[in-house]
């Protein structure tokens, strides 16, 4: 979709009503000036405020990422030691092969976790789109489990129960 400078059709327009129009004069630049001004917001942000907050951003997202490391690194502990057991008893014991699934599914949701927290380091954007695929499409009872509860009310209303 192209994006149109609104501000050049009233250039345009404004300056071809002068050369057109054998009557009075009519002054383009207050005309343009009022346009401008009426159309911005009157406090900008400033650009060390932007900065800020970006850099800010992804400092937690870096942060989320470290604990993310730390949940994957017990998870994968968690099912090696539970995958020793399975086949020391054979896969007789039910509790364990339960575990074990609960265990894979953890270490699997770390790990798309931590790409999507990766890709947000560089563009938050992006990687809240990865992690929100991915539950949406293949986990979504991993949303009441991984996903803040601030965002999900949000996931609540995208899938009915």
Do not use: H
């Not at 059709?9 to 009075?24: D, L, N, R």
């Not at 890709?119 to 991993?142: H, Q």
């Amino acid at each position: 979709m192209a994006i149109y400078n609104i501000f050049d059709y009233y250039e345009s327009e404004a300056t071809e009503t002068v050369f057109k129009s054998s009557g009075p004069k009519i002054n383009v630049d207050a005309f343009k000036t009022n346009q401008i001004e009426e159309n911005f917001i009157s406090n900008p942000v400033k650009k060390r405020d932007q900065i800020f907050s970006a850099l800010a951003a992804r400092f937690f997202f870096f942060l989320l990422l470290i604990a993310d490391i730390l949940w994957g690194v017990y998870a994968l502990c968690s099912l090696v030691v539970k995958i020793v057991l399975c086949i020391v008893t054979f896969g007789q014991v039910a509790f364990l092969k339960k575990t074990l699934a609960k265990s894979f599914l953890s270490l699997k949701r770390s790990i798309v976790c931590s790409i999507a927290l990766t890709i947000a380091i560089f563009s938050p954007a992006l990687g809240i789109m990865f992690s929100c695929m991915y539950f949406l499409m293949y986990d979504k009872t991993g949303v009441d489990e991984v996903v803040p509860a601030s965002l999900r009310d949000q996931f609540k209303e995208l899938f009915p129960v």
